[in-house]
């Protein structure tokens, strides 16, 4: 709690860039979901299927388009993306427009910690390391490669590569 209050006492200007790397096992849908279902109050919980693959959360407030291609240009370097089911949805979400891999929500209502700082550039990196596609190190890799990205993209804007 010291920390969030501390992130959020700061000028949300000071924030260039927030990335939040989550990984996705299969114990969220099998544990994690059904318990939250049940602290909510859920008397059932729909199980959910983790995407394949690589994908980034982008807020839907200010998407940033460039900014999450960068990402995903860069990840699918040393990993796959996570492709869409067959309604175009990754987690029950639309796949962006011409940006493979990406997905938007509103991070502020949802509470995502990408809109702790109010970063201009933000997004919540999401991998899969369950996947009979990937070892541990392409996930680990994965999330520095998006990282790199993500500073390339700022440099390059920025005028510092």
């Not at 680990?140 to 790199?148: E, G, K, L, S, Y």
Request: aromatic share 6%.
């Amino acid at each position: 709690r010291d920390f969030v209050r501390s992130i959020a006492s700061t000028d949300d200007a000071s924030w260039m860039c927030h990335l939040d790397l989550h990984e996705t096992t299969d114990t969220d849908a099998t544990e994690f979901m059904p318990a939250r279902a049940a602290y909510n109050g859920e008397k059932t919980h729909k199980l959910d299927i983790i995407p394949d693959g690589f994908y980034l959360v982008a807020d839907l407030d200010k998407v940033e388009v460039d900014f999450q291609k960068a990402v995903i240009e860069s990840v699918k370097q040393v990993t796959h993306i996570a492709p869409p089911d067959a309604d175009g949805k990754i987690i029950d979400e639309p796949v962006l427009a011409d940006i493979e891999g990406v997905i938007a929500a509103p991070s502020v209502k949802l509470g995502l910690c990408m809109s702790l700082t109010g970063a201009t550039y933000a997004t919540t990196t999401e991998v899969y390391p369950d996947s009979p596609k990937v070892t541990d190190g392409d996930c680990d890799n994965a999330q520095i490669a998006a990282v790199r990205g993500a500073l390339d993209h700022i440099m390059k804007i920025k005028g510092l590569s």
